[in-house]
């Protein structure tokens, strides 16, 4: 059931980035009258956020900034 869960939680992680970035592209287009350019635009900016949240809840890659694990590759150790 917890692998339910987890999948679960980064579908609708993937789905919120791509509705945000569809979202603010269509309100754009409706302000600035450029569509359908900004729909497009941000709907394939939230698919990469969308996909960058993805990996970072499944741990795939590490967050910003974080250091890396003393003694690993680059250490000066000999």
Same mark, same amino acid.
Do not use: C, H, Y
């Given at each position: 059931?917890?692998? +339910?869960? &987890?999948?679960?939680?980064?579908?609708?992680? +993937?789905? @919120?980035?791509?509705?945000?970035? @569809?979202? #603010?592209? $269509? +309100?754009?287009?409706?302000? @600035?009258?450029? =569509? *359908? $350019?900004?729909?497009? /635009? %941000?709907?394939? #900016?939230? %698919?990469?956020?969308? !996909?960058? &949240? !993805?990996?970072? =809840? @499944?741990?795939? /890659?590490?967050? +910003?900034?974080?250091? *890396? *694990?003393?003694?690993?590759?680059? =250490?000066?150790?000999?």
């Amino acid at each position: 059931m917890a692998g +339910f869960g &987890n999948a679960l939680r980064l579908s609708s992680e +993937f789905i @919120a980035g791509v509705a945000v970035g @569809a979202g #603010l592209g $269509w +309100f754009i287009d409706r302000m @600035a009258g450029t =569509s *359908p $350019w900004g729909l497009i /635009i %941000f709907l394939l #900016l939230g %698919f990469g956020a969308g !996909v960058l &949240n !993805v990996l970072r =809840s @499944a741990g795939q /890659i590490a967050e +910003f900034g974080a250091k *890396p *694990p003393a003694g690993g590759k680059g =250490s000066d150790r000999k």
